[in-house]
């Protein structure tokens, strides 16, 4: 089932590129950044998180970076593959209080 | 270890009445998150229960309520369905430590309710 909104923004790249998701956050309090991919007729699956006493954090082909002066947070993906297509989203946290709030997410179309 | 579950997956309303979702959590998860996701808002926080309470509370009107039992699973109840409630519904759960700290949340699939 569909999932996600009907006018995402859509980043398309071909496969083997690297691909760059960029997300403003709100709340300066902010102390918790994730960011979940999630494809369609699925629940968000966590990608990597970070913590704002940090700037960069790599996992697996991802990266993310945090630039807490400007309330801003972007997801890198390495070698793009057809598996990466779906709707990203960051969201952002802070301890002692759980819920999550989310951006609106970008659609990442990989061309083959 | 199995996902976090929802249910029903599917579910068809009519305005004014009102429905109940179901989720289990990963098994030693003691933490449940209700989350709303529409086309229009995007995911936005509906509750989270810790132990059997309710911890934090998103921004939604009283039709919306949960509940966690002693096995934390969650169910959360609408009452009164309006049409703007039809959304996917996901729960998520997390090892919460006590303190606070936040975990890696872990979401099912989502209930999918249509208000007619």
């Known amino acids: 089932g569909e999932s996600v909104g009907l006018h995402l923004p859509t980043l398309s790249v071909q496969e083997g590129d690297n691909s760059i998701i960029n997300c403003a956050y709100s709340n300066s309090a902010s102390d918790y950044f994730i960011w979940y991919k999630q494809e369609s007729g699925k629940g968000p699956q966590f990608i990597i998180d970070i913590r704002s006493n940090m700037d960069k954090r790599q996992g697996q082909r991802v990266t993310v970076l945090l630039n807490k002066t400007v309330k801003h947070l972007s997801l890198q993906i390495a070698a793009t593959q057809p598996g990466d297509s779906a709707v990203y989203f960051c969201a952002e946290g802070y301890t002692g209080r759980r819920a999550l709030t989310f951006g609106s997410g970008t659609r990442l179309q990989v061309q083959p | 270890k199995a996902g976090v579950t929802q249910t029903p997956r599917y579910l068809i309303k009519t305005r004014g009445q009102q429905v109940t979702l179901s989720c289990s959590p990963i098994?030693?998860?003691?933490?449940v998150s209700w989350y709303q996701q529409t086309p229009g808002q995007g995911l936005q926080f509906l509750f989270e229960?810790?132990?059997?309470?309710?911890?934090n509370k998103g921004n939604f009107p009283g039709r919306f309520s949960g509940r966690q039992f002693s096995n934390s699973r969650s169910e959360m109840n609408v009452s009164t369905l309006e049409l703007g409630d039809s959304a996917l519904y996901l729960c998520?759960?997390?090892?919460?430590?006590?303190?606070?700290?936040?975990?890696?949340?872990?979401f099912g699939p989502g209930t999918r309710l249509t208000v007619l």
């Open positions: 998520a759960s997390s090892s919460r430590v006590a303190g606070g700290d936040l975990n890696e949340q872990f």
């Open positions: 098994s030693g998860h003691r933490s």
């Open positions: 229960y810790f132990s059997e309470t309710q911890r």
